[in-house]
């Protein structure tokens, strides 16, 4: 598959009638390595990403499936993932209200390498270049003084690698002691 730029992706994306600003960083990112195919023809957006069990459902995803999912699964897992656009294939029929625990994420497009998870893992980072890269756990966060990422779980721990902290815009030493 071929590599393309940012500006290219953007603009297939357009021309298939797709808002391109507001396409999924993780699905852009695997688009510009050449992951996914992007050629301007709607039959692109028919791709199959993923098919598989998880959790006792069965999904069949593709790529118009995953174009505007949220690259943040956040802290929902627990609940149900209600912001994700994957619901499995025995459900997606319901016509009756269903459980949110039936929709799941796909993360790790960017990678080459997609895999279902509950929200907990889906983390795509939209800070680093390009369009990002996941970076797994929703509790990891990235550096803006250094851009390296970390874990810093819910009560904001600072960066393992230069103390700075995901909030902080403006350092100094003072600041971390």
């Not at 098919?51 to 699964?73: A, F, M």
């Not at 609940?79 to 319901?94: A, K, L, W, Y």
């Not at 799941?104 to 889906?122: A, E, L, M, W």
């Not at 929703?138 to 902290?165: E, I, L, V």
Request: hydrophobic share 20%; with cysteine.
């Amino acid at each position: 598959m071929n590599r393309c730029q940012p500006g290219d992706v953007n603009a297939r994306l357009d021309i298939l009638g797709v808002d391109s600003n507001q396409v999924s960083g993780c699905v852009k990112a695997a688009m510009a390595k050449g992951l996914i195919s992007l050629t301007g023809r709607k039959s692109d957006l028919d791709q199959l990403i993923i098919e598989g069990e998880y959790d006792d459902h069965k999904y069949e995803v593709y790529l118009k499936n995953l174009l505007y999912q949220p690259d943040y699964g956040g802290n929902e897992y627990e609940e149900g993932t209600r912001d994700s656009p994957v619901i499995c294939t025995c459900c997606q029929d319901d016509t009756e209200e269903y459980d949110y625990k039936h929709h799941c994420y796909v993360t790790r497009i960017c990678q080459g390498n997609p895999t279902f998870d509950s929200g907990k893992f889906h983390n795509h980072c939209k800070d680093c270049s390009g369009f990002g890269q996941c970076i797994g756990d929703c509790r990891n966060a990235h550096c803006p003084k250094c851009g390296c990422h970390w874990f810093t779980g819910f009560s904001g721990m600072r960066c393992t690698n230069c103390g700075g902290d995901s909030d902080d815009t403006d350092y100094s030493d003072d600041d971390f002691w």
